[in-house]
């Protein structure tokens, strides 16, 4: 069974600071790998996705997530943190059989940011 | 593009009433949607797989006669919380995918339930 580790549940960082959000995943084969942001009452917001390729995905806003198969990680970065940042980050695993229907999500990172 | 619209945002009623959820794909047609169940604080936890034409796929627990999912159209999946109860009470997030191979789910803003 795939699952998905977010090993911070909270984190804090200062406006302008670089940031990284880890994730680990468990999966048998190569998974579709996704991150997506959440801000209070709403729904989620797709920031980034790995399906094959390049291991280093660009997504909106600035993000970009480096996908490491010997770690089993996919970490989210970014240079420069802006306070619309502050939000719930989620990593997703999605299995290839299926087309990646099935997602299963991390417990979730919230994320403050700091002026 | 991929815009996925739910409604209602917010939702208050007594006990042992039905509830209806409506979750649309405004700019594509998707022959598959998902509905997940997050409690505060917690992440998502996937309760249903809807397609359209056929009956949904359930997680394992989540009970089919409490939860109903139709998918009568390519644009529209609704999940009915029956007899609704505030154990009940939970914010319902439906998602649906861009047809197509290496296409991510796309979310709605989800539906804050709550049961009095």
């Known amino acids: 069974a795939q699952s998905v580790t977010q090993p911070d549940i909270h984190i804090t960082v200062s406006e302008g600071a670089s940031l990284e959000l880890r994730c680990n995943y468990s999966y048998g084969a190569t998974p579709y790998l996704f991150w997506y942001v959440q801000s209070p009452g709403q729904g989620l917001q797709l920031l980034l996705k790995?399906?094959?390729?390049?291991?280093l995905v660009q997504g909106i806003k600035g993000f970009e997530a480096e996908f490491k198969r010997s770690q089993s990680s996919f970490n989210l970065r970014k240079p420069s943190v802006h306070w619309s940042d502050a939000a719930e980050y989620f990593c997703?695993?999605?299995?290839?059989?299926?087309?990646?229907?099935?997602?299963?999500f991390g417990t979730g990172t919230q994320l403050k940011v700091e002026l | 593009g991929a815009v996925v619209s739910q409604h209602p945002s917010w939702v208050i009623c007594k006990s042992g009433t039905s509830v209806k959820i409506e979750c649309r794909s405004l700019?594509?047609?998707?022959?598959?949607m998902f509905w997940y169940r997050q409690f505060p604080k917690q992440s998502l936890m996937l309760m249903a797989t809807?397609?359209?034409?056929?009956?949904?796929?359930?997680e394992q627990g989540v009970e089919k006669d409490k939860f109903l999912i139709n998918h009568a159209s390519l644009t529209l999946s609704t999940l009915t919380v029956t007899s609704a109860h505030p154990e009940d009470s939970s914010f319902y997030i439906c998602s649906a995918r861009v047809p197509g191979s290496n296409q991510p789910q796309h979310f709605g803003d989800g539906t804050r339930l709550s049961i009095l």
């Open positions: 997703a695993v999605g299995a290839v059989a299926g087309g990646g229907n099935k997602l299963t």
């Open positions: 809807s397609n359209e034409g056929s009956k949904a796929t359930y």
């Open positions: 700019d594509f047609q998707a022959t598959t």
């Open positions: 790995y399906f094959s390729g390049d291991t």
